[in-house]
């Protein structure tokens, strides 16, 4: 869990996996209200609960049950009885907690200005630090055991079994634990912990209102979040530098008050990370999942040895698109704009069943499953939550959140979040509750090895030379986002922090020249950086995860290597992979890679991920020059 939130919140926040890039819906003068989208198109929360009221009763069964739980606090070393009834019974919080807490939270990413569902998930957020509060004792009891006593516990009892693992992990963080008093005090804390994120996403998805631009043909058209991304791939360029201009300029209105947003996240995570005696808050972070902060300093530090590559493919961009300046608005711009692949829903949803055959038949069973039974919710209606995300739910089945826009792009965003979907369909039905859920370090990889195997499919399956040039285009505009990108992201991350730590006022003049100057060294001498860019910073909802976005990079590279095994070795590799998602938390993230084919320890994962990079480089290189 995350040490600077109730367990509760950090479970739930755990299971809403985003994607790293936004899908959008197609340009209209107006978006549709959400009773005009139809019902075949929406997810199924039904299948959580077929009404509020039924949320109701599950809600009202949580502080009966947190009530019950404390009566255990003090008792937990008598028996190894009472210590599996314990746990038994915070397993049964858990699993009524997540329910209550997506059901909550997805109705209200239905409409993120819905008053009514607002209110339903500030009452959960509420709630769930009383339960995290209420169970707070409990890890502080355990370590406070003599050791002798927990074995033997371990040993007398066969049903302890399951949290084998967790004492394990539970054991190696010890000196990070603090008292039951002190806990149940930080529990209390974590719904003030999470103001920051909250005011972020209200004015950044609800309340900031941009301005109408000129598309294509000339007409007004609405811009939006969710829209962005489709007209800063525009082929015209007065389009995407208009989009540019005016989304960018709409944040910066508000830059200082996201600087404090911002501020106000990272001051928390350095607060909980020294109460709890750790020496920075990337050592906190990244603690619980037992990576190394060494794994992500090298991340960044192999990036940055490999810059080359990216700088090369800005020159072909500018050279390719016969621009006399490369700017920052040009950089999504596919360079065969009259290849662009579009499709209806129906169309990427046979593509992206395709691109997965080889993950074989148990996975295109379940595949098929999600698709069909509306696990998904398509299109973008208004005050709907940009971007894409799965969230899985233990004892029902995971949803994915799409803002479908009939691109390419948006079923790679299918494959993208089903990826993360099957994988919590297949730990959740494997794993006991103890071990279900897995770290976002393992999460990346099975999005990415899905989105990995697509593209492959596709490269193999294309003949005409404009839509291999565009897909070669696409390949590397992923691997630009998903590694050179991320690790931008990255060392921002980690500098912020640095600087914070070394106390630093974090102001938004700061923020906008870290910014600056990162994109001027990641993307090179060939691209002019806009001063409009400077504020992209403040639009990053990932900054409010606590050093989430190395694990894009990671994801990336080890799927990578996992996908190039499970198309060449077949068989072997598949089971492996197979295995992989199904092992959910049983083992550390680094070791279960191990396990599935790849040593995510080292840097040379990275290192393959840009020698492929090179590789389409090159190969787009010789079809352009044709």
């Given at each position: 869990?995350?040490?600077?939130?109730s367990?509760?919140?950090?479970?739930?926040?755990?299971?809403?996996?985003?994607s790293?890039?936004?899908?959008?819906?197609?340009?209209?003068?107006?978006?549709?209200?959400?009773?005009?989208?139809?019902?075949?198109?929406?997810?199924?929360?039904?299948?959580?609960?077929?009404?509020?009221?039924?949320?109701?009763?599950?809600?009202?069964?949580?502080?009966?049950?947190?009530?019950?739980?404390?009566?255990?606090?003090?008792?937990?070393d008598?028996?190894?009885?009472?210590?599996?009834?314990?746990?038994?019974?915070?397993?049964?919080?858990g699993?009524?907690?997540?329910?209550?807490?997506?059901?909550?939270?997805?109705?209200?990413?239905?409409?993120?200005?819905?008053?009514?569902?607002?209110?339903?998930?500030?009452?959960t957020?509420?709630?769930?630090?009383?339960?995290?509060?209420?169970?707070?004792?409990?890890?502080?009891?355990?370590?406070?055991?003599?050791?002798?006593?927990?074995a033997?516990?371990?040993?007398?009892?066969?049903?302890?079994?399951?949290?084998?693992?967790?004492?394990?992990?539970?054991?190696?963080?010890?000196?990070?634990?603090?008292?039951?008093?002190?806990?149940?005090?930080?529990?209390?804390?974590?719904?003030?912990?999470?103001?920051?994120?909250?005011?972020?996403?209200?004015?950044?998805?609800?309340?900031?209102?941009?301005?109408?631009?000129?598309?294509?043909?000339?007409?007004?058209?609405?811009l939006?979040?969710?829209?962005?991304?489709?007209?800063?791939?525009?082929?015209?360029?007065?389009?995407?530098?208009?989009?540019?201009?005016?989304?960018?300029?709409?944040?910066?209105?508000?830059?200082?008050?996201?600087?404090?947003?911002?501020?106000?996240?990272?001051?928390?995570?350095?607060?909980?990370?020294g109460?709890?005696?750790?020496?920075?808050?990337?050592?906190?972070?990244?603690?619980?999942?037992?990576?190394?902060?060494?794994?992500?300093?090298?991340?960044?530090?192999?990036?940055?040895?490999?810059?080359?590559?990216?700088h090369?493919?800005?020159?072909?961009?500018?050279?390719?698109?016969?621009?006399?300046?490369?700017?920052?608005?040009?950089?999504?711009?596919?360079?065969?704009?009259?290849?662009?692949?579009?499709?209806?829903?129906?169309?990427?949803?046979?593509?992206?069943q395709?691109?997965?055959?080889?993950?074989?038949?148990?996975?295109?069973?379940?595949?098929?499953?999600?698709?069909?039974?509306?696990?998904?919710?398509?299109?973008?209606?208004?005050?709907?939550?940009?971007?894409?995300?799965?969230?899985?739910?233990?004892?029902?089945?995971?949803?994915v959140?799409?803002?479908?826009?009939?691109?390419?792009?948006?079923?790679?965003?299918?494959?993208?979040?089903?990826?993360?979907?099957?994988?919590?369909?297949?730990?959740?039905?494997?794993?006991?509750?103890?071990?279900?859920?897995y770290?976002?370090?393992?999460a990346?990889?099975?999005?990415?090895?899905?989105?990995?195997?697509?593209?492959?499919?596709l490269?193999?399956?294309?003949?005409?030379?404009?839509k291999?040039?565009?897909?070669?285009?696409?390949?590397?505009?992923?691997?630009?986002?998903?590694?050179?990108?991320?690790?931008?992201?990255a060392?921002?991350?980690?500098?912020?922090?640095?600087r914070?730590?070394?106390?630093?006022?974090?102001?938004?003049?700061?923020?906008?020249?870290?910014?600056?100057?990162?994109?001027?060294?990641?993307?090179?001498?060939?691209?002019v950086?806009?001063?409009?860019?400077?504020?992209?910073?403040?639009?990053?909802?990932?900054?409010?995860?606590?050093?989430?976005?190395?694990?894009?990079?990671?994801?990336?590279?080890?799927?990578?290597?996992?996908?190039?095994?499970?198309?060449?070795?077949?068989?072997?590799?598949?089971?492996?992979?197979?295995?992989?998602?199904?092992?959910?938390?049983?083992?550390?993230?680094?070791?279960?890679?191990?396990k599935?084919?790849?040593?995510?320890?080292?840097p040379?994962?990275?290192?393959?991920?840009?020698?492929?990079?090179?590789?389409?480089?090159?190969?787009?290189?010789?079809?352009?020059?044709?």
């Amino acid at each position: 869990m995350r040490k600077n939130q109730s367990p509760f919140v950090a479970l739930l926040v755990g299971a809403m996996l985003f994607s790293c890039a936004g899908a959008e819906s197609a340009p209209a003068a107006k978006l549709p209200a959400r009773n005009e989208i139809p019902a075949e198109s929406r997810w199924k929360l039904e299948d959580i609960y077929p009404s509020d009221d039924a949320w109701q009763a599950d809600f009202d069964r949580l502080k009966p049950l947190a009530a019950r739980i404390s009566s255990y606090q003090g008792k937990l070393d008598q028996s190894a009885s009472l210590l599996l009834e314990c746990l038994s019974l915070r397993d049964e919080l858990g699993i009524t907690s997540a329910k209550v807490f997506a059901y909550a939270r997805m109705r209200r990413d239905e409409n993120t200005a819905n008053s009514h569902y607002q209110a339903l998930t500030s009452r959960t957020e509420s709630l769930l630090a009383e339960v995290g509060a209420a169970t707070a004792f409990i890890e502080p009891d355990i370590l406070a055991m003599p050791a002798g006593n927990l074995a033997e516990f371990r040993q007398s009892e066969p049903k302890l079994a399951p949290y084998n693992f967790y004492f394990e992990n539970l054991l190696r963080q010890k000196k990070h634990v603090l008292s039951p008093a002190e806990e149940a005090l930080l529990s209390k804390m974590s719904e003030v912990g999470q103001s920051s994120e909250n005011i972020f996403t209200m004015l950044a998805r609800a309340d900031m209102k941009f301005p109408e631009i000129r598309d294509e043909k000339g007409q007004p058209a609405q811009l939006s979040e969710g829209r962005y991304r489709t007209y800063i791939m525009s082929p015209d360029r007065n389009v995407r530098r208009e989009a540019f201009e005016k989304l960018f300029a709409t944040y910066s209105q508000y830059r200082n008050t996201f600087a404090a947003t911002l501020g106000g996240t990272v001051k928390k995570n350095i607060f909980y990370a020294g109460v709890r005696n750790y020496d920075s808050a990337i050592a906190a972070a990244l603690e619980s999942d037992n990576v190394p902060v060494a794994v992500y300093n090298r991340l960044v530090d192999t990036v940055n040895e490999n810059l080359a590559p990216l700088h090369r493919y800005v020159a072909l961009k500018k050279k390719a698109l016969k621009l006399t300046e490369m700017h920052m608005y040009d950089l999504y711009t596919p360079l065969v704009p009259d290849a662009h692949i579009k499709m209806n829903y129906a169309e990427a949803q046979t593509l992206v069943q395709q691109g997965l055959h080889p993950l074989g038949a148990e996975y295109g069973k379940i595949l098929d499953q999600a698709l069909s039974s509306r696990w998904v919710d398509i299109y973008e209606n208004q005050g709907k939550q940009s971007g894409a995300y799965s969230w899985g739910v233990y004892g029902v089945h995971p949803f994915v959140l799409l803002n479908f826009n009939h691109r390419l792009e948006d079923a790679m965003t299918l494959a993208h979040e089903l990826g993360h979907s099957l994988h919590s369909y297949y730990s959740n039905s494997t794993q006991p509750y103890a071990t279900h859920d897995y770290t976002i370090f393992s999460a990346e990889v099975a999005s990415t090895t899905n989105e990995t195997l697509l593209l492959d499919h596709l490269l193999k399956t294309t003949t005409d030379p404009k839509k291999k040039m565009y897909l070669l285009n696409e390949y590397l505009e992923t691997i630009r986002t998903t590694v050179f990108r991320q690790a931008m992201f990255a060392e921002f991350e980690r500098d912020l922090y640095a600087r914070a730590e070394k106390g630093e006022a974090i102001t938004a003049d700061m923020l906008d020249a870290m910014w600056h100057d990162l994109n001027v060294k990641y993307y090179g001498p060939q691209m002019v950086v806009d001063k409009e860019i400077n504020a992209e910073w403040s639009r990053i909802p990932h900054f409010y995860y606590n050093f989430y976005v190395y694990q894009y990079v990671t994801g990336f590279s080890a799927a990578n290597a996992l996908a190039s095994q499970i198309l060449t070795e077949g068989d072997p590799a598949r089971s492996r992979y197979l295995s992989f998602l199904k092992s959910g938390g049983s083992d550390y993230s680094l070791e279960l890679l191990k396990k599935a084919g790849v040593d995510m320890s080292s840097p040379e994962p990275i290192r393959i991920t840009i020698q492929r990079f090179e590789k389409l480089l090159s190969e787009l290189e010789i079809l352009l020059a044709q």
